[in-house]
C-alpha cells in the first residue's frame, strides 16, 4: 500500500523510451487539428461550394459540440475502472479506429453536395461525431501525463517531447495539406482567367483534383493516426496515482491565448491568397511557421529552466504581435513574410509550451492543499481542453461570419475592400487585443519559481511522513497481534482498549488500503457524524492529516 503514495520516489524518473512514445501520442490530435485549421475552411467554401453563412455555423457548432464533450468524456473516464492495462489506455485505443474513419468521411464529397440541405447536415453531423470520437482519444491522452511517474522535473521533460512531436506533426500535416493546396491554386488559376475582381468562375469547373487530393491526404493522415495510437498503447506503462488540480486560473489564462492563436492561422491561408498575392507560396509559409516552432520548443525549454516559466513566456509570447503588424502592413512580398513567418513560428512554440508545463504546478499545489480529493483527473484536464476548444470554435465561427457579412463570394476570383478590411482585422487587430487581455491574465499567475520550489520541498515532506507514518502503523499492528498471541502474561485491557484492539485487527487485515485513503473517507462522508466541512480540511497540509490519523490509530495499553 506504499506503493501507490511514494511511486513517484520509487520509480526514480521517467525512461526516455516512454518519453518520446508518449510524445508520439499527441501527433493524431494536432495534426487533425491543423489539417482542419489550414484548410478545412477554404475546402468547405471553394471545394463543396457551401454559403460562408452555412460554413460558419458548422464550424462553430462542432467546435462548441467538442468543447462540451470534452467535460463528459473526462467525467466518464474518471468513473471507469481500472484494467489490465490502465484507466486511460483503453480509451484512446479503442476510440482511435472510429477516428480515423470519420476524419476521412470528413473529407468525401457526396455527390448532391451541391444542396445545402444534403451537405449541411452532412458535414456537421460527421464534424460533430469527429470531434465527439477524437475527444474520447484526447482527453485520456492528456490525463496521462499525471500518471507516468517521475518528478516534477522529468514531467516537464516529457512535456517537452509531447509539444516537439506535436510540432513535427503540424509540420507533416502542413506539408500534405500543402500539396493540397497547390493544387487547388493551379485548379483555381486555370479557372480565374479573363474574369473580374467579385466574379465567381464558371459552374462547370467542380475542382476533381482538389478534392482527389484531399481525400489522399485523409487517408494518408488517417494512417498516421492509428500507427501513432499503437505506439503509446505499447510503449506507455499506466502508472496509478491520485492528483489532481484547480483549473480557473489555467484555463482563463490558456482561452485568450489560444483564440489568439488560432484566429490568425485559422484565417492566414485566405489573408495569403486573397490578400497578399502569395497563394503560390502559402505552403512555404506554412512550413517556416511550423520548422521554426518545432526548433523554438528546446530553446524554450532550455530558457524555462533558468530563467523560469513566466519570464520565458512574457519573452516569447509578445514577438507575434510585431510580425503580425508587418505582415498587414505589407504584400506580395515572400523574403518579408517568410521572415514574419519565422517570428510567429517562435512566438507560437511558447504557447504550446509553457501553459502545459505550468499544468503540473497547479496540480502538485492542488494536492497539498487538498488530500482527499481523487480520481479526477481526467475530469479537470478536460476542463481545460474545453476552454481550448470554445475559444477555436468561437475564432472559427466569428472569423467565417465576418466574412459572410462582409460580402464574401464562393469562389470568386477576387473580393471587395470589405472582405479585405475583415480579413486584416481578422489577421492581426483582434488577436492582438486577445493575446494582451491574455497576457495579463498570465501577470496575475501566482505561482513563481520561489512558490514552485517551495511546493516541491511539501511534497517531499508530505512523502517522507506518510512513509513514517505507514511504517509506525505496521509496527503498531505487529505488537498488536504478538500480544493477543500471549494472553496469559497478566495483561488488563480495558473497555476502550479492547475496541482499539479489534479496529487494530481489522486495519491490518485491510492491507490495500492506506491511512491517507481512510482518513479521508471518514472525514469525508456526508453521513458521518464527525465529518468537517472540506473548506476546513483544504486549510491545513497534507500531512496534518496523516499525525492525525496515526495518533488515532495507537492502541492505548493499560
Request: aromatic share 10%; with cysteine.
Amino acid at each position: 500500500m506504499r506503493d501507490t503514495l511514494i511511486s513517484e520516489e520509487q520509480h526514480g524518473g521517467i525512461p526516455l523510451s516512454t518519453k518520446l512514445c508518449y510524445a508520439v501520442g499527441g501527433v493524431p490530435y494536432q495534426a487533425a487539428s491543423a489539417a482542419m485549421a489550414f484548410s478545412f475552411q477554404i475546402f468547405l467554401l471553394d471545394v463543396v461550394q457551401m454559403e460562408a453563412f452555412f460554413v460558419s455555423l458548422i464550424l462553430f457548432i462542432s467546435r462548441v459540440w467538442d468543447a462540451i464533450t470534452d467535460p463528459l468524456v473526462g467525467y466518464l473516464v474518471s468513473k471507469s475502472k481500472w484494467t489490465p492495462v490502465g484507466k486511460l489506455q483503453p480509451w484512446s485505443v479503442l476510440s482511435m479506429p472510429l477516428v480515423v474513419l470519420s476524419y476521412i468521411l470528413l473529407w468525401f464529397v457526396p455527390r448532391t453536395a451541391q444542396s445545402s440541405s444534403v451537405s449541411v447536415p452532412w458535414y456537421l453531423t460527421i464534424s460533430c461525431l469527429f470531434q465527439t470520437f477524437l475527444s474520447c482519444y484526447h482527453v485520456p491522452y492528456t490525463a496521462l501525463n499525471m500518471f507516468l511517474g517521475g518528478s516534477e522535473r522529468d514531467r516537464d521533460s516529457a512535456t517537452a517531447c509531447r509539444m516537439s512531436a506535436e510540432v513535427l506533426a503540424m509540420l507533416f500535416a502542413a506539408v500534405a495539406q500543402g500539396q493540397v493546396l497547390r493544387v487547388y491554386n493551379v485548379e483555381r488559376e486555370h479557372s480565374c482567367p479573363g474574369l473580374h475582381v467579385g466574379t465567381a468562375p464558371p459552374p462547370i469547373s467542380p475542382l476533381h483534383d482538389t478534392r482527389q487530393a484531399f481525400m489522399t491526404s485523409a487517408l494518408v493522415l488517417g494512417a498516421g493516426f492509428f500507427l501513432c495510437c499503437m505506439i503509446l498503447f505499447l510503449g506507455v506503462k499506466e502508472q496509478k496515482g491520485e492528483l489532481q488540480y484547480d483549473l480557473f486560473n489555467e484555463c482563463t489564462m490558456t482561452s485568450f491565448g489560444t483564440v489568439s492563436s488560432q484566429m490568425s492561422l485559422g484565417n492566414f491561408a485566405l489573408f495569403c491568397i486573397h490578400v497578399a498575392g502569395l497563394g503560390s507560396q502559402l505552403q512555404y509559409l506554412i512550413l517556416a511557421i511550423l520548422v521554426a516552432a518545432a526548433v523554438s520548443v528546446p530553446v524554450w525549454q532550455m530558457s524555462l529552466v533558468r530563467l523560469g516559466k513566466k519570464r520565458t513566456l512574457f519573452i516569447g509570447l509578445p514577438l507575434i504581435v510585431p510580425a503580425l503588424i508587418v505582415l498587414v502592413s505589407v504584400s506580395d512580398n515572400f523574403p518579408v513574410y517568410l521572415i514574419m513567418c519565422v517570428l510567429v513560428g517562435a512566438s507560437v512554440a511558447t504557447l504550446f509550451l509553457l501553459p502545459w508545463s505550468m499544468l503540473p504546478d497547479v496540480v502538485d499545489e492542488f494536492a497539498i492543499q487538498n488530500p482527499c480529493h481523487r480520481d479526477l483527473e481526467p475530469l479537470f484536464f478536460s476542463c481545460s481542453c474545453f476552454c481550448n476548444k470554445l475559444g477555436g470554435g468561437l475564432s472559427a465561427g466569428i472569423s467565417t461570419m465576418t466574412l459572410h457579412l462582409t460580402g464574401y463570394k464562393i469562389g470568386a476570383c477576387g473580393h471587395s475592400e470589405g472582405v479585405v478590411l475583415a480579413l486584416h482585422m481578422l489577421l492581426a487587430l483582434i488577436p492582438i487585443v486577445l493575446l494582451l487581455v491574455g497576457l495579463i491574465f498570465f501577470y496575475l499567475y501566482p505561482i513563481d519559481e520561489t512558490r514552485r520550489q517551495q511546493i516541491q520541498q511539501e511534497l517531499r515532506q508530505t512523502r517522507s511522513r506518510t512513509e513514517m507514518v505507514l511504517s509506525t502503523e505496521e509496527d503498531t499492528g505487529s505488537q498488536q497481534r504478538n500480544q493477543q498471541q500471549c494472553p496469559n502474561k497478566g495483561v488488563f485491557l480495558s473497555k476502550t482498549s479492547r475496541m482499539s484492539s479489534v479496529k487494530a485487527k481489522k486495519s491490518s487485515n485491510l492491507n490495500s488500503l492506506t491511512s491517507l485513503q481512510t482518513y479521508c473517507d471518514a472525514t469525508t462522508d456526508p453521513f458521518s457524524p464527525n465529518s468537517r466541512p472540506s473548506s476546513q480540511l483544504s486549510r491545513q497540509p497534507s500531512w496534518n492529516y496523516y499525525e492525525t490519523h496515526a495518533q488515532r490509530a495507537k492502541v492505548t495499553w493499560v
